[in-house]
């Protein structure tokens, strides 16, 4: 079946703007993660969603980032005033459940975020 | 911070060598996930070993965990030049929100000369 999918690609933005990036995990999986990965640099967690909902917000870098997932399907994550340190790729995944040890990731393909 | 940690940060060899990345952590787990990424995209997970388990195999690929000494190692043999890759440990961080968070080394750069 389809993997996850992640749109757009690639975003060059300016200093300022606000970007909305989505992600289409595998259907039927609950838990839904967003990872952001800056040049050369492991990935840094930002965000978790057992269905709809997100218990723990504290890994978004400032108030600046949020998430949604609606419909236990799509999340968008939303960069509000964008700055040149937002530059990353934006890694999506899924997983078939949570909250079971070792339950396997599934990757999108990123979206590579430039801010000028 | 990370949790786990690769080493070395870059490996270079020649095709048909064996490649050997290590991979230590911090806290306890009760599980360790090596996954591979080309070109800075999405990760595929490769292979998972639990805290139970001291070594597991999947085709070229060979995997030890040493919970006395907080350290994984991830071996790929006769390697290939398609082997070429970044290659991360992915430790369960612990409970968060009741849940288990996978967290990510900065991972091993790994070159396959052909």
């Known amino acids: 079946g389809a993997g996850v999918s992640q749109s757009p690609s690639n975003k060059v933005t300016e200093k300022g703007k606000d970007v909305e990036l989505r992600c289409d995990p595998i259907?039927?999986?609950?838990?839904l993660y967003w990872y952001r990965q800056s040049l050369g640099q492991g990935l840094e967690f930002l965000i978790y969603f057992q269905g709809n909902s997100a218990p723990d917000k504290s890994g978004l870098p400032s108030d600046r980032f949020s998430a949604e997932r609606t419909g236990g399907s799509v999340s968008t994550l939303t960069i509000q005033r964008t700055q040149q340190e937002d530059s990353a790729v934006y890694l999506c995944?899924?997983?078939?459940?949570?909250?079971?040890?070792?339950?396997?990731?599934?990757f999108g393909p990123g979206t590579r975020l430039l801010v000028l | 911070s990370q949790q786990g940690e690769e080493d070395p940060q870059a490996l270079s060899i020649q095709e048909g060598e064996n490649a050997t990345m290590n991979c230590s952590y911090k806290t306890s787990i009760n599980n360790l996930q090596w996954y591979r990424q080309n070109s800075g995209r999405g990760l595929v997970h490769l292979i998972l070993i639990r805290s139970n388990e001291r070594e597991k195999h999947s085709g070229r690929l060979r995997v030890t965990l040493d919970t006395s000494k907080k350290s994984s190692s991830l071996l790929i043999t006769a390697s290939r030049a398609a082997d070429t890759a970044s290659y991360f440990c992915?430790?369960?961080?612990?409970?968060?929100?009741?849940?288990?968070?996978?967290?990510f080394g900065r991972g091993t750069s790994l070159i396959v000369h052909p």
């Open positions: 259907s039927g999986h609950t838990a």
């Open positions: 992915a430790t369960d961080l612990g409970a968060s929100g009741g849940s288990y968070i996978p967290t």
């Open positions: 995944a899924s997983s078939l459940e949570m909250g079971l040890v070792g339950e396997t990731q599934y």
